[in-house]
T-cell receptor, first 110, second 112 residues
Framework: QKEVEQNSGPLSVPEGAIASLNCTYS??????FFWYRQYSGKSPELIMF????GDKEDGRFTAQLNKASQYVSLLIRDSQPSDSATYLC??????????FGKGTKLSVKP | DVKVTQSSRYLVKRTGEKVFLECVQD?????MFWYRQDPGLGLRLIYF???????EKGDIPEGYSVSREKKERFSLILESASTNQTSMYLC???????????FGQGTRLTVV
């Protein structure tokens, strides 16, 4: 069974701090990875994707991929209360579907 | 902007009813997906389709069927609704494998 694992949290950080979200995956064939943010009662929305080893930055968000360690992370700099949400990590499956982790709940305290 | 539209935001159905959940996407995406999301269980794939009239079982297909007669439309069918199918149902589409999926707004289904 191909899986994507995330710490369910909750992860609590103070406003202005760096939030670090982590994800591991079991399918070595996965080529692409995605981070989604999901507010309570809403559907997931894509915030970052990464295909290559290394870092990818977009504003306050940095995604990191290490294929050798089968590890993906998301850093959120200068965390804001509006970043409080559940963050879902997903990897591309061999059948063309995305395999999702169960999500990490982030709480940013003012 | 990609738009994935689900036919209902909230539904209440009775046990044993046949339930249809409709999903339409407007970006000519090849792949379409149906997930259900329950607290503590995350997103679980029910069925997906990579072409018209094609379908593949996901992780939890039991009690569900799907139909894709046109590229833009993917329907989820609960043949005989049961209370354990009370859940949030999310439709998604993507251009191809290994590309990002875009989600509809979700349908919260309650079976009583």
């Amino acid at each position: 069974q191909k899986e994507v694992e995330q710490n369910s949290g909750p992860l609590s950080v103070p406003e202005g701090a760096i939030a670090s979200l982590n994800c591991t995956y079991s399918d070595r064939g996965s080529q692409s990875f995605f981070w989604y943010r999901q507010y309570s009662g809403k559907s997931p929305e894509l915030i970052m994707f990464i295909y290559s080893n290394g870092d990818k930055e977009d504003g306050r968000f940095t995604a990191q991929l290490n294929k050798a360690s089968q590890y993906v992370s998301l850093l959120i700099r200068d965390s804001q209360p509006s970043d409080s949400a559940t963050y879902l990590c997903a990897g591309g499956g061999s059948q063309g579907n995305l395999i999702f982790g169960k999500g990490t709940k982030l709480s940013v305290k003012p | 902007d990609v738009k994935v539209t689900q036919s209902s935001r909230y539904l209440v159905k009775r046990t044993g009813e046949k339930v249809f959940l409709e999903c339409v996407q407007d970006m000519d995406h090849e792949n379409m997906f149906w997930y259900r999301q329950d607290p503590g269980l995350g997103l679980r794939l029910i069925y997906f389709s990579y072409d018209v009239k094609m379908k593949e079982k996901g992780d939890i297909p039991e009690g569900y069927s799907v139909s894709r007669e046109k590229k833009e439309r993917f329907s989820l069918i609960l043949e005989s609704a049961s209370t354990n199918q009370t859940s949030m149902y999310l439709c998604a589409s993507s251009f191809s494998g290994n590309t990002e999926a875009f989600f509809g707004q979700g349908t919260r289904l309650t079976v009583v």
